[in-house]
């Protein structure tokens, strides 16, 4: 069974920075996308961008492009979402996923249990 946990989540002020790590188990991954969303109360659950595990190529949402990076650590089954001049709309629950095939849309199979990350202003 697969797991992702993520972790890194917190409380910042406007401009600061964070890395969230999701981290991977119960599967060697080869040719997969890990994801990363996001969600705020009352809103749905937003697709922030993802990576390819193979080639580590990255696609990010125009929003947060220059400011947050995808990368992987192959030896630790680890993905990490670096976030840079953070603010307060970057405030959300953000999840790590994973799935097969490529794309923004569409359901992903395995889903991490969400890290909270707050921007105060």
């Known amino acids: 069974q697969v797991q992702l946990v993520e972790s890194g989540g917190g409380l910042v002020q406007a401009g600061g920075s964070l890395r969230l790590s999701c981290a991977a188990s119960?599967?060697?991954?080869?040719?997969?996308?890990i994801g990363w969303f996001r969600q705020t109360p009352g809103k749905e659950r937003e697709f922030v961008g993802l990576?390819?595990?193979?080639?580590?190529?990255?696609y990010l949402k125009d929003s947060v492009k220059g400011r947050f990076t995808i990368s992987r650590e192959v030896a630790k089954n680890t993905v990490h979402l670096q976030m840079n001049n953070l603010k307060p709309e970057d405030t959300a629950v953000y999840y790590c996923?994973?799935?097969?095939?490529?794309?923004?849309?569409?359901?992903?199979?395995?889903w991490g249990q969400g890290t909270q990350v707050a921007v105060s202003s």
């Open positions: 119960g599967r060697t991954f080869s040719s997969d996308y």
């Open positions: 990576i390819s595990w193979r080639g580590g190529s990255t």
């Open positions: 996923a994973l799935r097969s095939t490529y794309g923004a849309t569409g359901p992903w199979d395995y």
